[in-house]
């Protein structure tokens, strides 16, 4: 790993708080720098301009979310609890992490519905394997029903962002909350494996 590397976590972390802070606007490579007791001048060492440092920061957030959704749901070898793990985990996350939800209610636009405005899609791609291993994990146990797992993911997903965006751009966290809780069930028990009253597949 070189220095170079090395500095990248600090780096990400310093623009994350000053970027939850002042918001994108009012951030300057010059505050990031001061707060890194570095030069301008060394800051353009390692990104380009205040935009790719943005992008860039809002990846390694997201990608450390993800990271420790995946490490929370590797304990667990039960789909089903793998599944609701990786739900809480995640919401337990960003709840914890004040200078990521802060950004992220300063900047709706990371979280979208239409893969087109997706700025982020390969860090959200990359989350969405983890549901999707789960899912194929518990059709093949047969916990789960037999599904297009890729379009299933897909839904899942998309009513994770709505969440997301309900809670924190809307800003309506105490509704959200039970919402939440009755969500998980709900889709838990939609996707469990019954051999009776089964409903008939729209075409």
Known sequence: ???????????????????????????????????????????YFYVKNKKQLYEQTITHAL?????????AVDKKSDPVEKFRVMAVSAL??????????????????????????????????AAMVIL???LKQGVAQKKFYPMDVDQVTAYLFSVYMMFLIKTYVNA????????????????L????????????PIV
């Open 1 to 43: 790993m070189t220095l170079k590397t090395e500095k990248y976590p600090a780096l990400y972390q310093a623009s994350l708080e000053l970027f939850a802070d002042f918001g994108y606007r009012k951030t300057t490579v010059e505050d990031v720098a001061v707060k890194l007791d570095m030069t301008k001048g060394n800051l």
């Open 172 to 187: 309506d966290q105490a509704s959200s909350k039970k919402l939440f809780a009755i969500a998980l069930e709900l889709n």
């Open 189 to 200: 028990r939609g996707l469990l494996n019954h051999t009776t009253d089964r409903l008939t």
């Open 63 to 71: 990608t450390q979310w993800k990271d420790h959704v995946k490490k």
């Open 92 to 125: 337990a996350y960003i709840e914890k992490n004040a200078p990521l939800r802060q950004v992220i209610i300063k900047d709706p636009q990371i979280f979208t519905l239409s893969p087109r405005e997706d700025r982020f899609a390969e860090t959200n791609q």
């Open 132 to 134: 999707k291993d789960i």
